[in-house]
């Protein structure tokens, strides 16, 4: 214990003395892909045994999905108090093998959370992460929704700045550890969070690096993080690893808020024409790194990429929402203190009831039977607070649906949830800011509405809980204008390559907008056909374009949306304007998802 305290306290002092002159790595190109299961030859002085247990993604998912994302391949799974349930089960399968366990996370444990969380500044989810023993972490993307310094509040404790200690028993942090090694103080030039940890296994150090993706801000409110720079992930990777080795820390993990995606999602721990930027990622890495834990793609997955001298790392994500927890076991060589062998596997949280033909039990409305025989008491009580506070909000009536609408992505990029939500921002700014259009970032359509009830309610209302999980950023509704010529170039900057657009993003279109976009021409040349309301737009014109304020300063890439003019901020939040329309009259239906049109 003393050693492990000590180690704990020399890292960050001695690691930023010596890190002006550790050397750099180059990125290597990637090679073939293989199956999750790597030995890296025999012991040269004995073994340790230990047992890596991680999640990512888990944006507050204190309550079990509902709806479509109820189940993992038809397995009813998540929610908080089955995900302890699962952790507890694993660590105790882990300690009868002889196996010490940690429990790590990559990212995005906060932010784009559901009212049971984000009513309270996501102190629910940090005070549940420590319930359920998560250890150490990497920042993601959505740790900065509300900002770097609400993040280093969700570390530190204290009360809101704004809205106090809201539960009333105040708040105490983070008891895990947040690592932030490429999100570097512009005053500082230091990272604003611990860049490593290390962890003792039996008398053989292991140090974690974690980080956030370089491109975090593309996607994140600019207003929050306008003091700090992101650094590359490989030259972060790799600095701070031989920080590590310098200090005789050899057995290395990278947490990074980046990943991939399988080509099928049929097996959770699978490696299926793996893809995505954690590939390049890996491949630039130290040797040393043998086990990368990523998220940020929401995909689980299960793979060796190799590093930068063809090494193989095992490269895993377990999806989100708590779903799925990824058991690695490994050994550690005690005399080189390198990792000797590493395999993983999703386990799925399972929440449901079995019938004795192996299907799951559904209630009347179709949902999940919940099964209580795998609750963990601690955790439920925890989170039992938190909804039993915010249950008067989040179970009040908001409107009415006529049948599922969902965030799926149709050929065209349209989703038939993004239409509605559009049309929700056009209806709420028309008459005050003489709106004509809207549009809306796909990114910000959170989750689907499902027409059966979640709760006590009848099918097809629509609670304000609900509606919150699908608008849950708290974003201010804008409206500027715009010529012609801009709307265009605007909707240019959907595609990769033009103004500096690196990934494709197909904004959702408010009624009465409509165009054509060509799969094969060139940047910037892909529009044809631009009509509002059946008239060709005038690109001398001008138009008032509605949008959140995450566009309108120039999130995921659109810097074009930052360009307006005579801007103005209506009342409220998004979440105002898309509960007022579904109460605004009858029963609101999907979108048809028809407004864009691809050629080719």
């Known amino acids: 214990m003393?050693?492990?305290?000590?180690?704990?306290?020399?890292?960050?002092?001695?690691?930023?003395?010596?890190?002006?002159?550790?050397?750099?790595?180059?990125?290597?190109?990637?090679?073939?892909?293989?199956?999750?299961?790597?030995?890296?030859?025999?012991?040269?002085?004995?073994?340790?045994?230990?047992?890596?247990?991680?999640?990512?993604?888990?944006?507050?998912?204190?309550?079990?999905?509902?709806?479509?994302?109820?189940?993992?391949?038809?397995?009813?799974?998540?929610?908080?108090?089955?995900?302890?349930?699962?952790?507890?089960?694993?660590?105790?399968e882990g300690r009868a093998d002889g196996r010490s366990t940690l429990t790590v996370g990559a990212g995005d444990l906060i932010g784009a959370t559901p009212l049971v969380s984000a009513a309270f500044h996501d102190e629910p989810t940090i005070e549940l992460m420590n319930e359920v023993g998560l250890q150490v972490s990497s920042v993601g993307n959505h740790e900065f929704d509300e900002g770097v310094d609400e993040l280093i509040r969700m570390q530190r404790g204290g009360c809101h700045p704004v809205d106090g200690c809201q539960d009333g028993d105040g708040f105490r942090g983070a008891k895990f550890t947040y690592l932030a090694a490429n999100t570097i103080s512009k005053k500082t030039k230091l990272p604003i969070l611990p860049p490593i940890d290390i962890k003792i296994v039996n008398g053989v150090p292991v140090g974690f690096v974690g980080m956030t993706l370089e491109g975090t801000p593309g996607i994140v409110n600019p207003a929050g993080i306008k003091n700090v720079t992101f650094a590359d992930e490989v030259e972060t990777a790799n600095k701070w690893g031989n920080v590590l080795k310098l200090l005789g820390v050899k057995a290395q993990v990278l947490l990074v808020h980046e990943g991939g995606g399988q080509s099928t999602n049929a097996d959770p721990s699978g490696c299926a024409g793996f893809s995505g930027p954690i590939v390049p990622i890996v491949a630039g890495l130290n040797p040393e790194f043998r086990l990368v834990v990523s998220g940020h793609t929401h995909r689980f997955y299960s793979c060796t990429l190799p590093t930068r001298d063809g090494t193989q790392a095992v490269v895993t994500s377990a999806g989100s929402n708590g779903q799925l927890i990824t058991d690695i076991d490994y050994t550690l060589d005690k005399r080189t203190r390198k990792f000797g062998a590493i395999t993983a596997k999703n386990v799925i949280v399972e929440n449901g009831v079995r019938n004795p033909n192996g299907t799951w039990q559904v209630d009347a409305a179709g949902a999940f039977v919940k099964n209580p025989a795998t609750v963990d008491p601690k955790a439920k009580k925890v989170a039992d607070k938190y909804r039993t506070a915010v249950a008067p909000i989040a179970n009040r009536v908001v409107g009415q649906i006529t049948g599922d609408i969902v965030r799926d992505a149709k050929p065209n990029g349209e989703m038939p949830l993004g239409d509605v939500i559009a049309d929700a921002q056009l209806a709420y700014t028309r008459t005050s800011a003489g709106a004509q259009l809207a549009l809306m970032n796909p990114g910000g359509v959170r989750a689907s509405l499902a027409y059966a009830p979640s709760g006590a309610e009848a099918p097809g209302a629509v609670t304000y809980g609900e509606a919150f999980t699908v608008q849950p950023f708290n974003n201010l509704v804008v409206t500027q204008t715009f010529t012609g010529a801009q709307i265009k170039n605007v909707l240019e900057q959907q595609f990769v390559g033009f103004g500096g657009q690196t990934t494709q993003r197909i904004l959702q279109p408010s009624a009465g907008l409509t165009y054509t976009y060509s799969t094969s021409a060139a940047p910037g040349s892909k529009i044809s056909n631009l009509a509002l309301n059946g008239t060709a737009i005038d690109p001398a014109a001008t138009y008032r374009v509605t949008t959140n304020d995450f566009l309108a300063n120039g999130g995921d890439g659109f810097t074009n949306l930052s360009q307006g003019t005579d801007r103005t901020t209506a009342p409220g939040f998004d979440i105002d304007a898309f509960t007022a329309h579904l109460g605004a009259g009858a029963p609101v239906a999907p979108g048809l998802a028809n407004r864009i049109t691809v050629g080719a």
Do not use: C, M
Request: charged share 10%.
């Open 2 to 92: 003393k050693r492990h305290i000590l180690s704990r306290l020399a890292v960050p002092a001695l690691a930023l003395a010596v890190i002006a002159v550790v050397p750099q790595a180059q990125p290597a190109a990637a090679t073939g892909l293989a199956p999750v299961s790597v030995s890296y030859g025999l012991p040269h002085g004995g073994t340790v045994k230990g047992q890596f247990l991680s999640y990512n993604d888990f944006h507050g998912a204190i309550d079990p999905p509902a709806g479509s994302g109820a189940a993992v391949n038809g397995t009813p799974a998540g929610g908080v108090e089955y995900l302890a349930t699962w952790l507890k089960r694993l660590r105790a």
